[in-house]
């Protein structure tokens, strides 16, 4: 079977895991289809030109009408800024090509659901770059929950914490504007934490949330980064547009309590992208600074050493690790999406859809957006309304 | 000065526990005025005498009409099951004396209200049982935040977690029954952690909850005690008229965001009673589960050295700390009932209304109501509504 | 059957926590022997009669030659400074008093043995103060072992870390000065170690040290307390002739390794005693600063789900906790105290001899000595070499 | 400038670490010289090719004599077995190729010494693959101790603990076998404790340790492999020649007591490598089972929150993390690998040696040979013994 072919359009944060993932495949699982990182596209030729050396393209290209249409190229991953998702996976999808988005799908719920019926109307694979589902913990969490060995679920709370805007300082990048960012700690953060919650425990059911945006102005930034700028104190002052929290609290199709908090104000924590799931037989805690972790309790444990068990997902029946090093040889988070890879090239290889794809970035954008209605409306939001609209 | 003579109505799970705060409070903070346990009180007149003669009190009587009106009696102390609060309460404060109530002060706002409005009248000092105030971490959290060192306040949010009800054979106990508990996890536990928050940052300005019972029938237990009971599966069933666990948001007046949840589901959390706080200048949390530590996290810190401190509050700069143990010498729950005698102890001797008193115990209550009618109406409800009502 | 009427020599630190202990036993272990807090003895008239008004004794006198020989005692506590003990234990046993010493037993194991002797000539009931025994973590870390749920024992590691004289500024307390002391950290703290592990594993076989004394002179204190000394910068210094820091290694009886390690220069450690034993079928952890919890690891636990269990032994089945407070809710150091004073009083009722009782005393000086040795003379050191001597 | 064109010898456990860090290194740190994996080596061919195939090499040959010869090699990278270290190094040396050579630099003091005579005799770069220093919390640590801000270094302990052979059942791997492997524990994780004690406090003065071969017999291995190997009851036994533990205590230059500790039967520590240092300002702990974390103490923090700090380092300021993702994106084991590829490219441009040398290897072997010599004679052994002979 041949190699898969990669064009990529976006070089900064993202593009740069992703280059490392393609690269990592080959290596780590070799038994999966080999993609073969050819075609990296950008705006600015230096910078992509730049980007191509160090990341290990064959060539750049600066306009992604350029890229979408090529013969050589069997895979379009999209990671530009969320505003240039949705024209970039159109095109790729009427050129018949595998597309690999990164989240959010789109700015909105429209256009999310335009992306999918493209999608599956050109017949490609598509996958979402809900990386977090791979880590080894996270699989961990979903086989006890499957297995039963947490029983009935009772209690989902999930909080997505940062603190790198909280200087008042820090300028206005793109993140925090809405015609470019669609959103800001709710889809940014949130999104994370709604797919996780989808994945491991199923579908929401109703939903009301409150959001804030606690710095309403902030210095326009003199050059854009990936998540740095550089702050000029005496730079003029832009309105923030998108929200710096968000929470929400759901109630699930299985009768589960949910709470969910999005953040980029909370001190001291760099990126808590944690959960919690308490069942009738067990508890799992997840957080991703400590990544090989995954904190399990069982009520069935003899009585006198009942207490929440630190698992190192690192022994050869955690997910993907007999692929990595010997036990207690931990990962990082960049192997979150060598294994996101690796699911999309065994599900070409095997002629079936990836998971998570469009159909899972849709329905997050519908929570997204109910959240949204939620706050604007101050009311309990039915999932079910914007499925039906 | 003169002893502070005690009459107690209850002598369960608190009554035990204050029993031992009245011993302690002369050995470890002998500045105070010192508490003299008289009178105990209960309606099983064994249990009470066995009572009395293990917690060390003068003598006991079956009836707490007898006890209030008693001229060798200070201040009374009401730890029965709530539903009996109320009606003692306004008797011991006919009488003129001293009231230490434990939460929640009442079965609703109206019943608080008045308890409050006849203390009020009678001129007494009167105090609410909100005992987790009083761990020496949260007093350092208390410090850090007055001080300014955590800055403004962005997020709160708190957890009280237990699994004690999680099988669904555990009995219905009184704290199961709406008409004698008043409610369940909402007004056990949510209460504690809605009276830290409006101890650490202030008033509540509007609420959205929602709760659930998981376990909607139980077995009727045969033996009744504090916290435990024996089960029995062959017994008939009856009506959990309670919640086993509610969630709220909540937007302080301060603008600080909120999120609350109390539950008796949490596989694996036996006493977690928990809450962290994100301000603009650092972070604080704590976990009861962890009495003796508070976590403090500074934004200011050396940027390479920045991380959450676990601050060990056992040094004689922490509150309270200096009239226990050396340094690094733990303290336990029942300390929390020590220290909030002795300052019971201190605002009397130095004319003064104790604190939290029942004017907290009203705007807990006040809190609660809102959620509940929250609850119900499936609306966001403002504080404001049920004060002006 | 009566009670047990205590006469106390001591009312600094350990004669605070004795004093507690004699108060709590009653309410919170009602079963047992009841003791009763008679006479409390110390040289200082003011301060003893300060202390006796604190702790609630009846009585107070400041020649224990008077207190040894009363007839309404049973029970002599020696917690004066240890150079005293030996003296007072000889009268006391002589006298036909039970006799509750603090640890070390004496300045060394000549003393030692010889305080045996008298106790066993005389047919009293003895016992030693290693509290940490009684910690509800460290019975339940016995009970695994017993059990043979840890397997062979092939490792056993212990400190006890404090950092309280780290200040070179600290002044000459006796705690620093040989002949009151007998030794620094090492009798002090590792004296602890030894007994815990003596207890958990068995008995060691032979041992190695190494010693230091970072801080060779400090200032003279202007005034002593128990722990805690105001420092004068302008005081003269004088020579501290105990060790800040001492290290070995043994090999214990049944072939396990140990490392044992006590300082008082470790920064950041107020009261760090821990340990951790490696067995065949797992292991566990115990740190004093978290008295609540036992770290705890099977081998044999499903393989996907195995790494250290955090138990929190406050549940009914952990050892003394169904005396104290429902599950979840704490207890502190004090506690280890209370209980030691049970198992006395149950040993006085029962006609056995309280463990740890001074055999358990000897062997612990037994130990001391041999690492003191093996430090003088850098060598390895048998323990039969001073048993036999 | 030109590459540095790799030769590999070895292609397992080791071989995969380092060929994953040549891949690594131009993507994430393009400023340095880029290395270009060209040969790899191994004696089975079919394996050596599907290795080369997997890890991206260009071509495989089956003997190294082969290799250190060819003139489109700059620099030859050992990690087969300890016991083929010496002679591939002195060839490589001859035909002045920069050597890359995995710990143990052999298998004992003697060899290490001839090939760091050789190695400097031929004017060649050396480097010995001592990663864990390259861990970003080990430079930290560095970085604090050097700055001065733990002040003067009174304690360092250190544990390398793991499990993977504590089945009796485990098959006698090479590493199990004297003859190969040089020492067991001792050897391979003892010696990392070593060199990163050596790296961040200074020289050792003297030693004396202990040993156990606690499984002395295990079944001869079908296959072997890395670090697993299949077991087989039915095999025949053969005698494990190496330490399952070594302990050992040591007396720094500097004046500071350290203790060590290597196993492989510590039950639930899959790959724990601790330190914790205590100085006059401050202290440090880490473990490499949470690999972007440090935990730092400082005495001059104020006096009501002083605590251990858990700083994750993954910012900015923290070495190489600038390299790769956002604050709080954590990276793996591997890492440390990519981290010493890079500083040997750097040296290499900057035409000086590597940091850790051969000179650090010959140094380590020289305390693991004092403290073998020590447990055989049972004496204290001074480090300059072995640096006179």
Redesign the interface.
Known sequence: MSNVRIGMVGYK?MG??H??AY??V??FF?DALKPEPKVICGRDPQAVEKAR????WESAVTDWRDLVSRDDIDLIDINAPSDAHKEIALAAAANGKHIFCEKPLALNLKDSKEMLESAEKAGIKHMVGFNYRFAPAVQ?AK??ISEGRIGKI??Y?A?F????I?D?QFPLVWRLQKDIAGSGSHGDLGAHCIDLARYLIGEFKEV?G?S?T?VKQRPLPSEMT???AKGNKDAPLGDVTVDD?T???T?FES?A?G?F?A?R????????NAFEI??????IKFD??????LQ????G?D??????????V?????AYMDA????????????TFTHEIHEFMKAIEEDRQPVPNFVDGVKCQEILEAVDRSIEE???VAIKELQEE
Chains 1, 2, 3, 4 share one sequence.
């Open positions: 944060f740069k895991a280059s490392n690269r990592a080959p290596m070799p050396a160090q990341f290990g961990l086989k006890l009772y209690h709370r909080w914490l940062q603190d790198w909280i008042e009301i409150m804030e606690f990936g998540l740095t929290a929470l929400f609290m109630r009768g309590l709470s908090e953040t104000f909370a001190a001291g924590h760099r990126c808590t308490n069942g009738s037989k067990g508890s991703f600074e400590r990544l090989n972790e399990v309790y069982f009520t444990d009585e006198d050493v009942q207490g929440f068990r630190r698992v190192l690192t022994d050869a029946p955690h990595w090093w010997p036990a207690g040889h931990t990962i990082g988070y960049e192997h101050r009311r309990w």
